[in-house]
């Protein structure tokens, strides 16, 4: 990771029907995301027992993870997430260290400047 994170933004779900519509929303909204100054990189996690499903963006400050936020195809996305999705919890965290390898698990993350 190019810096270590300040903020990480946690978006844990029950998969519902996820149609066309859904993918290509959900990848839009990863690409734009990605391209934001302050985005160092994400994961994402899934539990077979439960059925729940975990996406984890990293941000260098509040401002970048406010970018993604207001974003008018995440504004989208939020409003008909009833349409492919059960119930969900949302989980924006100060990182205060990272321990270990920092890039273990994560994808897409920017190449150093």
Same mark, same amino acid.
């Given at each position: 990771?190019?810096?270590?994170?300040?903020?990480?933004?946690?978006?844990?779900?029950?998969?519902?029907?996820?149609?066309?519509?859904?993918?290509?929303?959900?990848?839009?909204?990863?690409?734009?995301?990605?391209?934001?100054?302050?985005?160092?990189?994400?994961? %994402? *996690?899934?539990? =077979?027992?439960?059925?729940?499903?975990? $996406? @984890?963006?990293?941000?260098?400050?509040?401002?970048? !993870?406010?970018?993604?936020?207001?974003?008018?195809?995440?504004?989208?996305?939020?409003?008909?997430?009833? %349409? *492919?999705?059960? =119930?969900?919890?949302?989980?924006?965290? $100060? @990182?205060?260290?990272?321990?270990?390898?920092?890039? !273990?698990?994560?994808?897409?993350?920017?190449?150093?400047?």
């Amino acid at each position: 990771m190019n810096t270590q994170p300040k903020y990480s933004s946690t978006f844990i779900f029950e998969i519902g029907e996820l149609d066309d519509a859904f993918h290509r929303l959900n990848d839009e909204i990863a690409e734009r995301a990605r391209a934001i100054p302050g985005f160092l990189g994400e994961e %994402e *996690w899934h539990n =077979e027992t439960t059925g729940l499903h975990a $996406e @984890v963006y990293y941000w260098s400050s509040m401002e970048a !993870l406010r970018e993604l936020v207001g974003m008018d195809t995440h504004r989208i996305a939020k409003g008909r997430n009833g %349409e *492919w999705l059960g =119930e969900y919890r949302v989980v924006i965290s $100060e @990182v205060q260290t990272v321990y270990g390898n920092p890039t !273990l698990g994560l994808a897409h993350v920017p190449k150093e400047a």
